[in-house]
T-cell receptor, first 111, second 121 residues
């Protein structure tokens, strides 16, 4: 079965600093999803990547999928307190019928 | 309008009780899911239903019984609640893609509800 490893497990950054979260898969990624979760709230969809080498950006968040489709990174530029939360990467199964999630990365942004 | 809505948002109950969590989606999606997020924030699939038919059952105890009266609703009933059932339960939905689209690498989006925090005391 597919396993996703996220690193780091937790991260504390000073406001304004850049940061990167990584997601590594034990198998080829057919669809890689990034979600954000604030405490006590649901999952907010950020981005989905499918093709090797693909890169997407939304506001100050950029996600990339490597050419081999086994690793993805999420980069936040000039972090703000509103970026704080849990970031989860999820991989779609080969048959497109379920998501397998990484353990999540807890991000705290200090003002 | 909330795309995937779950009720209740919080549920505190005693061991041994039976409880239900309801989920409704207004996206017209064919497939609905239940995920469980444990105390370590690890999110794992429990069930999926496609057009009211059970597709995935990830070795969940028989005390958990999903019910889908129609493709817009997927409820989760839990019998004889145990302390270890305390978690956040998320409902999600997605649009089914034809198998040939999936083979070609197309993927759809998954929309999640806001979660139900179940605490068993």
């Amino acid at each position: 079965s597919q396993e996703l490893e996220q690193s780091p497990q937790s991260l504390i950054v000073q406001e304004g600093k850049n940061l990167t979260i990584n997601c590594t898969s034990s198998k080829t990624l057919y669809g890689l999803y990034w979600y954000k979760q604030k405490y006590g709230e649901g999952l907010i969809f950020l981005m989905m990547l499918q093709k090797g080498g693909e890169e997407k950006s939304h506001e100050k968040i950029t996600a990339k999928l490597d050419e081999k489709k086994q690793q993805s990174s999420l980069h936040i530029t000039a972090s703000q307190p509103s970026h704080a939360g849990i970031y989860l990467c999820g991989a779609d199964s080969e048959y497109g019928n379920k998501l397998v999630f990484g353990a999540g990365t807890i991000l705290r942004v200090k003002s | 309008d909330t795309a995937v809505s779950q009720t209740p948002k919080y549920l505190v109950t005693q061991m041994g009780n039976d409880k239900s969590i309801k989920c409704e989606q207004n996206l017209g999606h064919d497939t609905m899911y239940w995920y469980k997020q444990d105390s370590k924030k690890f999110l794992k699939i429990m069930f999926s239903y496609n057009n009211k038919e059970l597709i995935i059952n990830e070795t969940v105890p028989n005390r958990f019984s999903p019910k889908s009266p129609d493709k817009a609703h997927l409820n989760l009933h839990i019998n004889s609640l145990e302390l270890g059932d305390s978690a956040v339960y998320f409902c999600a939905s997605s649009q089914e893609l034809p198998p040939r689209f999936v083979r070609y690498g197309y993927r759809h989006g998954y929309t999640f509800g806001s979660g139900t925090r179940l605490t068993v005391v």
